[in-house]
């Protein structure tokens, strides 16, 4: 099991472009969200799904979409990149039991 | 309602000196999960909670959920090297998971 897979692992992008972060998961869990985490910060949801079809909005989604067309993908997409983007992003499947689990997290820089 | 408070945001330890976080509710949780992430690293669950005044080990971690089920408290005793990292809370929210802010362990040798 490769668990929750997050690609890439870094990224640089200019104001203004645009980027998706993949995430996909094997464990076949129904939940899955995806976090941004400043520096020596806490992790703040932006978006989060509860099966395939189904996403809503966390506490910061505004710049972001996000689309669930399968149980295992959870793409997350920046349109318009700026500044205030910059972090580090994860991305969390949970099975409805116990403990969510992260992938290994996307370090984004928009300059 | 939905936010977990963790104080303190930070911490420093002379390696061996004993470490405790704890996390707040205004709420009372159906439960509470701690996580460790460790630096430069992602998350990882360590433990989850669901009984009033439940008190759970891990070796020389301690955790306990409060009577109210409002707060939680992680505690380390005989802090290690190995134990540097950023302790959070986490908490169900309708489909949700919140996370506190955590609180920044740093331990000196």
């Known amino acids: 099991n490769a668990g929750v897979t997050q690609t890439p692992k870094f990224r640089i992008l200019k104001i203004g472009q645009s980027m998706t972060l993949q995430c996909t998961q094997d464990?076949?869990?129904?939940?899955m969200y995806w976090y941004r985490q400043d520096p020596g910060m806490g992790l703040k949801l932006i978006y989060y799904?509860?099966?395939?079809?189904?996403?809503d909005k966390g506490e910061v989604p505004n710049g972001y979409n996000v689309s669930r067309s399968t149980t295992e993908d959870f793409p997350l997409r920046l349109e318009l990149a700026a500044p205030s983007q910059t972090s580090v992003y994860f991305c969390?499947?949970?099975?409805?039991?116990?403990?969510?689990?992260f992938g290994q997290g996307t370090r984004l820089t928009v300059v | 309602g939905q936010q977990v408070m963790q104080i303190p945001q930070y911490q420093h330890v002379q390696e061996g000196e004993d470490f405790t976080t704890y996390c707040n509710s205004s709420?009372?949780?159906?439960?509470i999960q701690w996580y460790k992430q460790r630096p430069g690293g992602h998350p990882v669950f360590l433990i989850q909670?669901?009984?009033?005044?439940e008190v759970k080990k891990q070796k020389r971690l301690t955790f306990q959920f409060g009577e109210a089920k409002k707060n939680s408290s992680l505690h380390i005793t005989a802090t290690q090297t190995t134990d540097v990292g950023t302790y959070f809370c986490?908490?169900?929210?309708?489909?949700?998971?919140?996370f506190g802010a955590g609180t920044i362990l740093r331990v000196k040798s």
């Open positions: 969390a499947s949970e099975g409805g039991t116990v403990e969510a689990f």
């Open positions: 464990m076949n869990h129904n939940y």
């Open positions: 799904s509860v099966g395939a079809g189904i996403t």
């Open positions: 709420t009372t949780l159906s439960n």
């Open positions: 909670l669901v009984k009033s005044g």
């Open positions: 986490a908490r169900e929210y309708g489909n949700k998971l919140v």
